[in-house]
């Protein structure tokens, strides 16, 4: 929100390793008794990502141990809109109202693979494990606002009102493989 009367506005472009891309602008309109203002943004990102372990388990009859290896991928895109105006009353009085609406998708990719070890190091078992996990999230938001103000610059009253609705869903599919014939394999929703 500008003090400045007319039409201002800020276009923003990034760019960043891992892929981050993104875009945003704000515009505003000002006028004696009311000032309106909107902005809007939207991001990608693809984040990759992994990790190595080793355990390793001594017992009074037998040791155990194993290792994994992990290799992970975050995708998003998301973006969101607000609007809003303030309305000058008069020198001392100003009311803002305001609205947010953000949307998001993204899907995550994780590769596991787990290699079991004997007492005598010895690979008796390899099992790998895929998990694919979408993912949206959506968000509302307004708001509103009273300020007051008086002559003594120090004082000040104001009064807000805001209220947020934030969905979240999350569905994996995980799907396990193992060499052991003894072992079935595994697939999960």
Do not use: C, H, M
């Not at 390793?56 to 141990?65: A, C, G, N, R």
């Not at 708001?143 to 004082?155: G, I, N, P, Q, V």
Request: net charge negative; hydrophobic share 25%; aromatic share 12%.
């Amino acid at each position: 929100k500008s003090q400045r009367k007319g039409i201002n506005g800020t276009i923003s472009l990034n760019a960043g390793y891992p892929t981050t891309l993104g875009g945003s602008f704000n515009l505003n309109y000002r006028r004696e008794k009311l000032n309106l203002f909107a902005s809007a943004g939207l991001r990608y990102r693809d984040s990759p990502g992994g990790g190595k372990g080793y355990s390793q388990w001594t017992l009074t009859d037998t040791t155990y141990s194993f290792d994994n290896k992990r290799d992970q991928r975050r995708t998003s895109l998301s973006n969101n809109f607000r609007l809003g105006s303030d309305f000058f009353l008069n020198k001392y009085n100003t009311l803002t109202f305001a609205g947010l609406y953000r949307v998001s998708d993204g899907i995550n990719y994780t590769d596991v693979t787990y290699n079991d070890y004997n007492e005598n190091g010895d690979l008796t078992q390899t099992v790998t494990r895929e998990e694919i996990e979408d993912e949206e999230n959506e968000t509302q938001e307004i708001s509103a606002s009273y300020r007051k103000t008086f002559d003594k610059k120090e004082r000040e009253l104001k009064a807000d009102f805001s209220y947020s609705n934030s969905d979240e869903l999350e569905v994996a599919e995980i799907t396990e493989l193992t060499d052991d014939a003894n072992i079935e394999s595994l697939y999960q929703r």
